[in-house]
């Protein structure tokens, strides 16, 4: 019913940037809140970035003035601007989203992950 695609992992240097995309598409009436979640090997999600549909975001610590999330409606796509990375970053990111669809259900969507591989 929605599916969410995330683009945009590499493998790249300590210090270096990326900017990941995730678009939904689908039966979408609206879409709510959209985040990034990782998971670095052997570890648990955690979330790094979450914004709203009027723009506001909240960030984990470990990525606060590294990372900048953004949204474009008109695209249902969110973005994830990452600079200044470090291997801790090392991580398989997912792209979070809920979604109304145009049954006026409401429900958590998940893309399938991209991986993201910082060395040193």
């Known amino acids: 019913q929605v599916q969410l695609v995330e683009s945009g992992g590499d493998l790249v240097q300590a210090g270096g940037s990326l900017r990941l995309s995730c678009a939904a598409s689908?039966?979408?009436?609206?879409?709510?809140?959209m985040g990034w979640y990782r998971q670095p090997p052997g570890k648990q999600r955690e979330l790094v970035a979450t914004i709203t549909k009027g723009g506001s975001t909240i960030y984990a610590g470990s990525v606060k003035g590294r990372f900048t999330i953004s949204r474009d409606d008109a695209k249902n796509t969110v973005y994830l601007q990452m600079n200044n990375l470090k291997p801790e970053d090392t991580a398989v990111y997912y792209c979070n989203a809920v979604v109304l669809t145009r049954l006026l259900r409401e429900g958590h969507y998940w893309g399938q992950g991209t991986q993201v591989t910082v060395s040193s």
């Open positions: 689908g039966s979408i009436f609206s879409i709510d809140t």
